[in-house]
């Protein structure tokens, strides 16, 4: 069973301020996603990274890959409160497997 | 592009009663789907995976005489929970794959707030 540990569960900072979410495994991923998720929907892909080592950037998000493939970051630069949300990251095994999801990190951004 | 649409938003039935959700995915062809579970404050637990033309496999724990999967076309699934219980209340997702990995990665429908009274 290929678990994924997601930290923090629980952030709120204030607005213009840095953060980084994490999200670890002893299991080798074949992607890693990272979702957003409003309450009563259903999760939105922000960005897939695939190979070991990657970095993504979506704005002010930046993404990135452990180069083995087991762990994955997401850092929020100047956060702002519109960025309030839960934030899932969800690893592939590969082929047409379901995912694996973190616990999730509920990120408040305070005005 | 990569649409799955899901029906019905909410849903109240009484206890015993069974509900049926549709998975729709509205402008590809998905031939595998997969159900998830969110309980409040909790992350996603993938329940099944629903394959075309084929049975449903079933992650550890998941009663398949319970939660009946049906995926009879490339572009619908339906999970029907019968003889639903309180315990059964919970937010259920699906989610497609559009053929292969592509840029769009997995693509979930809206999510379905089941409520057993």
């Known amino acids: 069973t290929q678990l994924l540990e997601q930290s923090p569960q629980f952030l709120s900072i204030q607005e213009g301020e840095n953060l980084t979410v994490y999200c670890n495994s002893s299991s080798v991923f074949s992607s890693l996603q990272w979702y957003r998720q409003e309450p009563g929907e259903g999760p939105v892909l922000l960005v897939t990274?695939?190979?070991?080592?990657e970095v993504k950037k979506l704005k002010r998000l930046t993404f990135q890959f452990g180069d083995a493939r087991k762990d994955s970051s997401l850092h929020i630069t100047a956060a702002q409160p519109g960025d309030t949300g839960l934030y899932l990251c969800a690893g592939a095994g590969g082929g047409a497997d379901g995912l694996t999801f973190g616990k999730g990190t509920h990120l408040i951004i305070q005005p | 592009g990569a649409v799955v649409s899901q029906h019905p938003s909410r849903v109240i039935c009484k206890s015993g009663t069974s509900v049926k959700i549709e998975c729709r995915s509205l402008d590809f062809q998905a031939t595998t789907m997969f159900w998830y579970r969110q309980f409040p404050k909790q992350s996603l637990m993938l329940m099944a995976t629903s394959n075309e033309g084929s049975k449903a496999t079933y992650e550890q724990g998941v009663e398949k005489d319970k939660f009946l999967i049906n995926h009879a076309s490339l572009t619908l699934s339906t999970l029907t929970v019968t003889s639903a219980h309180p315990e059964d209340s919970s937010f259920y997702i699906c989610?497609?794959?559009?053929?292969?990995?592509?840029?769009?990665?997995?693509?979930f429908g809206s999510g379905t707030r089941l409520t057993v009274v």
């Open positions: 990274v695939v190979t070991g080592g």
């Open positions: 989610s497609a794959l559009p053929g292969q990995l592509t840029n769009y990665g997995y693509t």
